[in-house]
Every structure is written in C-alpha cells, then in structure tokens.
Nanobody
Framework: QVRLVESGGGLVQAGDSLRLSCAAS?????????MGWFRQAPGKEREFVAA????????NYGDSVKGRFAISRDNAEATVTLQMYNLKPEDTAVYYC??????????????????WGQGTQVSVSS
C-alpha cells in the first residue's frame, strides 16, 4: 500500500500562483510509475489535471490548465509537484495526487491510477 499526502492548498486571488506537493510513502514503488493530479469541484466529476511519466520526461495536461500549470517530480525524494500560475476562480476544487501501479506513461485516465491522496483544497477568489 502506497500512501500519498498532498500539501500546499489554500485560498488565493485570481491571477495568483500556488504550488501543490505530493509526498509518497514508498520511494522504490512510485519511481517506476506515472503520477498525476486530478481535481474535483462541488457537484462535478473528478477531472484530469496533469500527469507525468515515471522518469519525468513526458507530461500531459488537461485542456483547461495547459499553459498555466506545470507538473514535475523528484524520484529521489518521492515527490510530485504541481505549480499553478494565473489561477482562475474555475480552478477552485479539491486537488488529488495519484499514482499508477500499472503504467509509467503519463496517462490521463483515472482507471490507470491505483493510489490516491486525501486531497487538498484550492480556492480562487475573483
């Protein structure tokens, strides 16, 4: 069992930046698999935000965040980071970190992620 713990959420104003971090409990496991970020706003489905391949070379972004968010990972520290720029009120959601146990490819599909964090709230005021 891999435990993922997110941090860095908070309340910001539109146009601000915020950095989310995710720490994994099992370094030897997560450095072989893709990791990603998803978000869920009240009353909405959980939405893909960003993913990164096992080696950090390939990334994949949801259309609504492309060009504003950047995902990175540090396998030595077993962490993955989501840097968010130019935040908008519609970015308000609970953000979840996820780790695949199937693939090292930066996949968008929730079905490929097995381990999930508990989430961190990001709120963006207008």
């Amino acid at each position: 069992q891999v435990r993922l713990v997110e941090s860095g959420g908070g309340l910001v104003q539109a146009g601000d930046s915020l950095r989310l971090s995710c720490a994994a409990s099992d370094r030897t496991f997560v450095d072989s698999y893709a990791m990603g970020w998803f978000r869920q706003a009240p009353g909405k489905e959980r939405e893909f935000v960003a993913a990164i391949s096992w080696d950090g070379v390939d990334t994949n972004y949801g259309d609504s965040v492309k060009g504003r968010f950047a995902i990175s990972r540090d396998n030595a520290e077993a962490t993955v980071t989501l840097q968010m720029y130019n935040l908008k009120p519609e970015d308000t959601a609970v953000y979840y970190c996820a780790s695949s146990a199937i693939t090292g490819t930066a996949t968008r599909s929730r079905a490929w992620y097995k381990y999930w964090g508990q989430g961190t709230q990001v709120s963006v005021s207008s």
